[in-house]
């Protein structure tokens, strides 16, 4: 079998690598300075090295569990642009350096599920039973095989009717909120919860919307990149003013960036100007490793520790945890 658990070194060619990767000013995928701080080798080949080996011994370096429980909302409506990736991805990037993560799969099709490794045929207590309010959220967590800091709420095909049956229930906006109470997770007691949405702005995303405060919006950096989010972020303002005060955009993530075009540079920097401070500097890009890995029911960090997928989901996972502190600082104010 070619690539899995057991791959230590990145067999991935360099023939999409952008032709800055050895220039650390220039890399957009080198280290984040949170990371930078932590790393005892300060040249790319060296960080690089000691990131494959935290993804092969996990738990070497442990980041610290924020003070309270972050949630986050993965959306965008424009489906194909890294929201499942990047839920699976950034949670065993968290798992793997010693957070505690819990994955809700919010779309019918459940991809987060299939990478993650945990069975969702239909009639498995799931995200659509968690709804309807069938099973606690403890009754649908599973386990992924990978980690064991690594949990999923799974979705099966059953949630496909979801968003007409949830519009005649009563409090149809807040259900996965009270289904994800402290209460209701604490045996679990994660650190992250990273909500997967399904491509559309219908009743599953405005439930994830209202259960969690932080939104992250992957950006792909293509063509029409910008393209709806816009809308976007005129139903966050409206959850926000109608349903969930605290709801704000934390985190972008520009993914499948292509450094041999000059478009990707160009969407990025336009994505830089329009949300500041809140795009993570580690940016992700294209790579066969990081689409290959959910047909193996993995995430690219188990399925290629060592390529430069894997590399920049631990980055941008270190990135994310590093802004805990700020982010409850700004809370308690
Ligand atoms: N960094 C990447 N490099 C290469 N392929 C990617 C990358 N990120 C995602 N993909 C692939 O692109 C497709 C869409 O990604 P996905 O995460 O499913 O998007 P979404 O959840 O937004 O619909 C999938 O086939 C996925 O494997
Ligand atoms: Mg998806």
Redesign the pocket.
């Known amino acids: 079998m070619s690539g899995g658990p057991e791959s230590t070194v990145s067999r991935e060619t360099d023939h999409d690598a952008s032709s800055s990767t050895t220039d650390n000013k220039e890399n957009p995928y080198s280290a984040p300075a949170a990371y930078a701080g932590i790393s005892s080798v300060d040249t790319p080949i060296g960080a690089a090295a000691q990131r494959a080996s935290q993804v092969l011994h996990p738990h070497t370096v442990t980041l610290p569990r924020p003070k309270t429980r972050r949630m986050l909302t993965i959306a965008?409506q424009?489906?194909?642009?890294?929201?499942?990736?990047?839920?699976v991805n950034l949670a065993s990037a968290l798992a793997v350096q010693g957070l505690r993560v819990l994955v809700v799969d919010l779309?019918p099709q459940g991809?987060a599920s299939t990478a993650l490794g945990v069975p969702h045929h239909s009639g498995t207590p799931s995200s659509y039973e968690l709804l309807i309010g069938e099973v606690t959220a403890a009754e649908a967590i599973q386990q992924s095989p990978h980690h064991e800091g690594l949990f999923c709420i799974p979705a099966t095909i059953d949630l496909a009717g979801a968003e007409i049956e949830l519009v005649s229930m009563v409090a149809r906006e807040g259900r996965l909120k009270n289904a994800l109470s402290e209460k209701a997770l604490a045996s679990i007691d994660a650190d992250f919860i990273l909500i997967?949405c399904p491509?559309s702005l219908g009743l599953l995303t405005v439930n994830a919307l209202v259960a969690a405060n932080e939104v992250l919006i992957?950006i792909q950096c293509e063509y029409y990149a910008l393209e709806g989010v816009g809308q976007l972020l005129r139903n966050i303002e409206l959850v926000q003013s109608h349903l969930n005060p605290d709801l704000h955009v934390s985190t972008v993530l520009l993914?499948?960036?292509d450094g041999r075009t000059k478009l990707a540079d160009q969407v990025a920097e336009e994505v830089r100007r329009h949300f500041g401070d809140a795009v993570l500097r580690a940016v992700?890009?294209?790579?066969?490793k990081?689409?290959e890995a959910?047909g193996f029911g993995m995430t690219v960090l188990d399925y290629d520790p060592g390529s430069r997928?894997a590399m920049s989901y631990l980055d941008a996972g270190r990135e994310l945890a590093a802004r805990t502190e700020t982010i409850n600082s700004q809370e308690q104010q």
């Open positions: 965008n424009k489906g194909g642009v890294g929201k499942t990736t990047s839920a779309d991809n997967d491509p992957p993914t499948m960036y992700i890009p294209r790579s066969v990081v689409s959910p997928g």
